[in-house]
Nanobody, 115 residues
Framework: QVQLVESGGGSVQAGESLRLSCKTS????????MAWYRQAPGKERELVAK????????TYGDSVKGRFIISRDDAKDTVWLRMNDLQPEDTAVYYC????????WGQGTQVTVSS
């Protein structure tokens, strides 16, 4: 059974940082492309960052480039999202997702940034 469990969300002030974790189980993590998405109230879910398998370079959404860093540890079956210089517009529920070869979503973790 595939499981993706996010953690690390919370409430912070603008300019602060958070690191989200996504601990996975039930599949061969090392071959999967992984991603973080987010959904703000009243908005569509959007891609934040993707990280392929086998050491290929990650990609980022335009709104987070230069501030967020996605990383993974195949030995720990875990993907992280380091979020720096958070802004109120980053407020959203953040979701971990397996992108390929099959798609699965985590339950999400709330990030709230106040000015």
């Amino acid at each position: 059974q595939v499981q993706l469990v996010e953690s690390g969300g919370g409430s912070v002030q603008a300019g602060e940082s958070l690191r989200l974790s996504c601990k996975t189980s039930g599949f061969t993590f090392s071959i999967y492309h992984m991603a973080w998405y987010r959904q703000a109230p009243g908005k569509e879910r959007e891609l934040v960052a993707k990280i392929p398998s086998y050491g290929h370079a990650p990609t980022y959404g335009d709104s987070v480039k230069g501030r967020f860093i996605i990383s993974r540890d195949d030995a720990k079956d875990t993907v992280w999202l380091r979020m720096n210089d958070l802004q109120p517009e980053d407020t959203a529920v953040y979701y971990c997702k397996t992108e390929w070869p099959s798609m699965h979503w985590g339950q999400g973790t709330q990030v709230t940034v106040s000015s």
